[in-house]
């Protein structure tokens, strides 16, 4: 488990070495340093710092605990080779912080309604949320959010023949909670059906029930690249980025799990997966 060691003794003991040198030494043979007393300032700095301390806690020791909204390729998907059960861009990611961090990885399948609200962490149902999830005002009063991880922006998806621009669409379908629900209802005046997961809106877009979806571009690519009878009709670039998630207040894991993050990045490895999952 890392631990987050305070440095304020040792910026003490620095201190006093500063002023000791400042001041100069004494040439008087019969001035002797007193052994006692540097043990002494030696286990008072031991106390000092092991006071400093500050461990994050987990749901289950030596185990990060991840709620995600799977599936959502090609963020999170089901994949009985993965250590976890689990595969994408979000669970590679985690799984890469979790190794360095000297973890193991256990995955939990939440909706995204309490991923998003804060609920599930709140609860004690995971450590960490990492579900493609934008980082907004609102979920950032329920969660603390880990350092930005991918930049995304929504899309309209729709068939090779069907509506071309979301003006032309009659019947449009997004996933409850989202930011592409948002986008919809502030840009659209037709008829709007909202769907628990991507799954759902998948199948109800198969089953004719919609005419198009509107999500984050990522998945919508995604379904096309597969599929050759859907499209990308229109794309939005609304700047948004996704964010692993905490629960609030729990700074001492946040910490801690960006560090992981940060070394990820540094060692090349996000760029592995990300070229993995996405063609540029």
Do not use: H, K, W
Request: glycine fraction near 8%.
């Amino acid at each position: 488990m890392l631990t987050i060691r305070s440095l304020r003794t040792a910026a003490a003991v620095a201190a006093i070495a500063l002023t000791a040198a400042a001041c100069g030494g004494t040439d008087d043979p019969a001035v002797e340093e007193d052994p006692a007393a540097e043990e002494t300032t030696e286990e008072e700095g031991t106390e000092d710092d092991a006071e400093g301390d500050a461990a994050y806690e987990l749901i289950q020791d030596g185990t990060l605990t991840v709620c995600t909204d799977a599936p959502y390729p090609p963020f999170e998907f089901e994949d009985a080779d993965a250590p976890s059960g689990f595969s994408g861009f979000d669970i590679d990611l985690v799984q890469e912080m979790v190794d360095l961090e000297g973890l193991e990885l256990n995955v939990v399948v939440t909706s995204f309604d309490a991923i998003q609200s804060g609920t599930a962490l709140a609860a004690d149902s995971c450590d960490m949320a990492a579900s493609a999830m934008t980082i907004n005002d609102e979920r950032e009063e329920n969660v603390d959010f880990l350092d930005p991880y991918f930049d995304a922006d929504q899309s309209l998806l729709s068939t090779t023949d069907g509506p071309a621009t979301l003006a032309d669409v009659t019947a449009l379908g997004v996933q409850g909670d989202t930011t592409g629900a948002d986008y919809a209802a502030e840009n659209y005046d037709g008829e709007i059906t909202e769907y628990p997961d991507g799954a759902a809106l998948r199948t109800a877009l198969e089953a004719g029930n919609i005419e198009a979806i509107l999500q984050d571009l990522p998945v919508n690519a995604l379904i096309a690249q597969e599929d050759d009878s859907y499209t990308i009709a229109e794309t939005y670039p609304t700047g948004e980025e996704y964010g692993f998630a905490v629960a609030e207040g729990n700074t001492a894991l946040r910490d801690a799990l960006n560090a992981r993050l940060q070394e990820v990045r540094d060692a090349g490895t996000y760029d592995e997966i990300f070229a993995e999952y996405f063609d540029v």
